[in-house]
């Protein structure tokens, strides 16, 4: 079924409709309401470091399946400057642009699973997979 | 999508219908400030029952939205927050720090009218 669904980040309301487009599977793949809000929620700050820090970027989201399990899995891609430590941008309390810093350290939290790829002048991806209960 | 503000005697009612963007969010910050000033209201209730996703650019807002409007004197409730909502926004590490929040809007008129007889 569902083969990937992308959605391309370039405005405030791309934001919605990727936050919208990933509860809709999670909520298809048989996730409770309580995960599908978790996986929205993730998939909203991962949408908006992607406008803040990049400006164009992609969501791209997918059913995934393991041996006994099923879940989802979201890939945060864009083009822009690339975080210069990777490490420090995943503790707590780090921010460059004055937000509050919760952003990826807090997503790391929502989800099962979380990686990042980073690299200076030319983009970052992060994906994170969240297993059905 | 525009967030309906409706006046109530000395109180606003802020009903969020639907998934708000960040602009919506910021225009409905904007829109409540100008009514609490126009109408001199001693408090808003911000009701976000309809809200499926809390990130920390909304609750950021809210919470500006409260702090604002304390500075003019009045009081911010924010009610409806569902339960899905509160366990992400725990997750996330989002507080609504130093702002008041009841369960539905039944509850934050109590609240007001309580808070409000007590002072007068």
Request: hydrophobic share 45%; charged share 25%.
């Amino acid at each position: 079924m569902a083969d990937e669904i992308r959605v391309a980040i370039a405005s405030d309301q791309d934001i919605v409709l990727a936050r919208q487009r990933g509860r809709t599977l999670a909520f298809e793949l048989g996730f409770s309401s309580s995960d599908s809000t978790l996986v929205a929620t993730a998939i909203s700050e991962l949408a908006r470091n992607i406008l803040t820090y990049a400006r164009t970027g992609e969501i791209a989201l997918k059913a995934i399946q393991s041996t006994n399990r099923q879940g989802i899995m979201v890939v945060a891609s864009d083009e822009g400057p690339g975080i210069a430590d990777v490490r420090q941008a995943v503790k707590d309390g780090f921010s460059t642009s004055g937000s509050l810093g919760l952003g990826l350290p807090g997503v790391r939290r929502l989800m099962d699973e979380f990686m990042i790829e980073s690299e200076l002048g030319h983009g970052t991806r992060v994906t994170v997979r969240k297993w059905k209960q | 999508m525009d967030v309906p503000i409706l006046k109530q005697g000395e109180f606003l009612i802020a009903t969020i219908q639907a998934a708000l963007s960040d602009a919506d969010l910021l225009q409905l910050r904007s829109g409540l400030i100008q009514q609490v000033v126009r109408f001199r209201s001693r408090a808003v209730i911000v009701d976000v029952t309809a809200m499926d996703v809390m990130d920390s650019f909304a609750s950021r807002t809210l919470r500006e939205i409260a702090h604002m409007i304390r500075l003019r004197g009045a009081e911010t409730v924010i009610v409806g927050i569902q339960p899905e909502v509160a366990f992400a926004m725990v997750q996330l590490g989002l507080t609504l720090e130093g702002v008041a929040t009841a369960l539905d809007l039944e509850e934050g008129l109590a609240y007001l009218n309580q808070k409000f007889r007590s002072t007068s």
